[in-house]
């Protein structure tokens, strides 16, 4: 038996904040016995990291270059902050890193946040770039979540992970299925921004809205969701292509709030029906589960049942908020331990690879090493 304590740290595109989950998994002959989240929590971002990660897509190499290595210093001293409030002594850290580009057609995906750099601020190993290797094998290094449904979360047959974007999962058979479905969060807070609110709070502005059927017609049409899975997305995707949409047209916010809702419910169902069709599943009833910050927004839950249940009997089940909002974060440390074990971290019926991959770059620390 082997216990592993962990660090997992996920920069996501809602940018509000470093999600830390101090993890504990068992395992044994190299399967996981047993798991859980110890202590979790969201570091803020000050806001000049809040404004400075939002606008990297259009910074020069230099500046680039440098954020990757400040960034890493910067969550290694939130990492500190962490283990102030809760005082662990962790075997090793997994950092996901914050993502400012991914084109896997081009064989690139980047997420800075230096790995190096938050072993030497924190002292403690760091484990990073989970999806480089993925990509090196012609993957599309996006969705990693199917591991986390695989080893932490199993017995549904959907997941849908709803965060900045928002992706599915399905276990068929011996086989994982999952690709990125499009946008959610990403949009809901940018319009509830232009309202000077954080986010719509359980959806309650949405909610008072009405569809725009032109509005919902354009964010369908985009050529992404044309396409046949495995496929992924990129935040650049979402800033580009899907917010101008939403931010551009000429409607109140609490339409377009509500509008945005529909989309998402739209696409998801739309995605889960071609599944279910192409995979050739049958069942009387599917269980699915719902995770992500999107999982607390009433008025889009509901939109998501409705239109589910226009494509099967889909039971969908929300979990306990520490899960809601730290599964990511928990994938990130049960990541690194199957780089430690030397397991695969990356599925290749899910990211199209040639083959799975031990996704990880290990950087060793001054308190200890791996």
């Not at 529909?262 to 049958?282: H, L, N, P, R, S």
């Not at 979990?319 to 909002?325: A, L, N, R, T």
Request: glycine share 8%; charged share 20%; proline share 4%.
């Amino acid at each position: 038996m082997k216990t592993y304590r962990v660090l997992g740290l996920m920069s996501g595109s809602s940018l509000d904040g470093l999600d830390i989950a101090f993890c504990k998994f068992n395992f044994e002959n190299q399967q996981l016995t047993s798991w859980h989240i110890h202590h979790a929590e969201t570091m803020p971002f000050s806001e000049e990291w809040q404004a400075k990660l939002k606008a990297l897509p259009q910074a020069s190499g230099k500046e680039l270059t440098l954020a990757h290595a400040h960034f890493g210093h910067y969550a290694g001293e939130l990492v500190n902050q962490f283990l102030k409030q809760y005082p662990q002594e962790p075997d090793f850290i997994a950092s996901h890193g914050h993502t400012i580009f991914h084109y896997p057609d081009e064989k690139m995906t980047l997420q800075i946040g230096d790995g190096a750099a938050i072993a030497a601020v924190t002292g403690y190993p760091v484990i990073s770039d989970f999806r480089a290797m993925d990509l090196a094998l012609g993957g599309q290094g996006a969705p990693v979540a199917p591991i986390a449904d695989r080893f932490l979360l199993n017995g549904y047959d959907f997941y849908l992970n709803l965060g900045g974007i928002a992706n599915v999962t399905c276990h068929v058979g011996e086989k994982y299925i999952a690709f990125d479905i499009g946008g959610a969060n990403q949009v809901l807070n940018a319009l509830a921004q232009k309202l000077d609110l954080p986010y719509d709070i359980g959806g309650v502005i949405a909610a008072s809205g009405t569809l725009n059927v032109e509005l919902l017609a354009q964010a369908n049409a985009l050529p992404y969701h044309q396409q046949p899975y495995p496929k992924s997305l990129g935040n650049d995707w979402v800033q580009e292509q899907l917010l101008p949409i939403f931010l551009d047209f000429d409607a109140k916010i609490s339409d377009k709030l509500h509008t945005a809702c529909m989309y998402t419910a739209f696409q998801v169902a739309k995605d889960i029906g071609q599944i279910i069709e192409k995979e050739q599943i049958e069942k009387d009833h599917y269980k699915l589960l719902a995770t992500g910050g999107g999982a607390l927004n009433q008025f889009l839950m509901d939109c998501i049942r409705n239109a589910c249940s226009k494509v099967a009997d889909i039971e969908i089940i929300v979990p306990e908020p520490e899960i809601i909002g730290f599964k990511e974060a928990a994938l990130m440390a049960l990541m690194g331990v199957l780089r430690v074990e030397n397991l695969p971290n990356c599925i290749a019926s899910v990211t199209g690879a040639s083959r799975d991959a031990v996704g990880g770059a290990i950087h060793q620390g001054w308190r200890r090493t791996l």
